[in-house]
């Protein structure tokens, strides 16, 4: 039997997900790289350990990619998630290097009817992702929309 479906009144503030675990790896910096950033310290492992970044580290947005997929594994997938209108932070602490393990949580900071658009909610979300040592490397806080259960039943 599946989990019940997340509605916009399961997001009440103070709820947290668990996001993860991920291991990146070598191949999936340098394939991300390849494809939507080529830079040097995203390429090899030799051009990574000459900047400052320390290794062969994945793209600011590899990561960002990462935590998407870890929130639509974790919440958004089971959802009835409407899309999201923007992201408003997107911080990137610390470098994720081949071989990190990403885990991390996405906590509802807020939740309220959308007043223009009746049955929809808007949710403030903040994730954070951190590696194996603790340290943060990225921190998101977005707003995403969710059908309510009572506009649903209302339909019905």
Request: charged share 25%; glycine share 10%; net charge negative.
């Amino acid at each position: 039997m599946g989990r019940a479906m997340l509605h916009f009144e399961d997001f009440h503030e103070g709820r947290s997900f668990p996001l993860g675990p991920r291991t990146v790896t070598a191949e999936e910096i340098i394939e991300f790289a390849r494809e939507f950033d080529p830079q040097p310290m995203h390429l090899s492992e030799e051009a990574g350990r000459a900047s400052i970044l320390g290794g062969l580290a994945a793209s600011g947005w590899h990561t960002a990619a990462l935590q998407m997929r870890m929130i639509v594994d974790s919440y958004i997938g089971n959802s009835t998630c409407q899309g999201a209108p923007g992201v408003d932070v997107m911080d990137w602490k610390k470098p994720v290097l081949a071989g990190d393990s990403l885990s991390g949580e996405g906590l509802v900071l807020e939740a309220r009817p959308l007043k223009s658009r009746p049955g929809i909610g808007l949710v403030r979300m903040r994730t954070e992702l951190q590696n194996q040592r603790g340290d943060t490397v990225c921190v998101a806080e977005q707003v995403i929309m969710f059908s309510m259960r009572s506009a649903k039943e209302t339909a019905a």
